[in-house]
Nanobody, 119 residues
């Protein structure tokens, strides 16, 4: 299995920036895809950004142009650079990994890191 540990959350002012990190317990290039999800109070968990082992990315419309997902294979880490943050970005952010083993798709989740955007 894959262990995921998120870090980098905190309190920032609107318009500020944060970089979230997700450290994986194994080489991330062996994982089909990794992504960031978020869940705000009273709302459904939603996909924010994802990156495949081949480097393809996709983003939620609400964060396009502001957030960037990237990876560092040597450090087994995926990042989410968040710029121009808005109060609406306040949520718990979760790292996710997908991996296919013997035709079975597995999902792994981190414990989450809190992001608060407020004055």
């Amino acid at each position: 299995q894959v262990q995921l540990v998120e870090s980098g959350g905190g309190l920032v002012q609107p318009g500020g920036s944060l970089r979230l990190s997700c450290a994986a317990s194994r080489t991330i290039f062996s994982i089909d895809a990794m992504g960031w999800y978020r869940q705000a109070p009273g709302k459904q968990r939603e996909l924010v950004a994802a990156i495949t082992s081949g480097g393809s990315t996709n983003y939620a419309d609400s964060v396009k142009g502001r957030f960037t997902i990237s990876r560092d294979n040597a450090k087994n880490t995926v990042y989410l650079q968040m710029n121009s943050l808005k109060p609406e970005d306040t949520a718990v952010y979760y790292c996710n990994a997908k991996m296919t083993i013997a035709t079975i798709l597995y999902h792994y989740w981190g414990q989450g890191t809190q992001v608060n955007v407020s004055s």
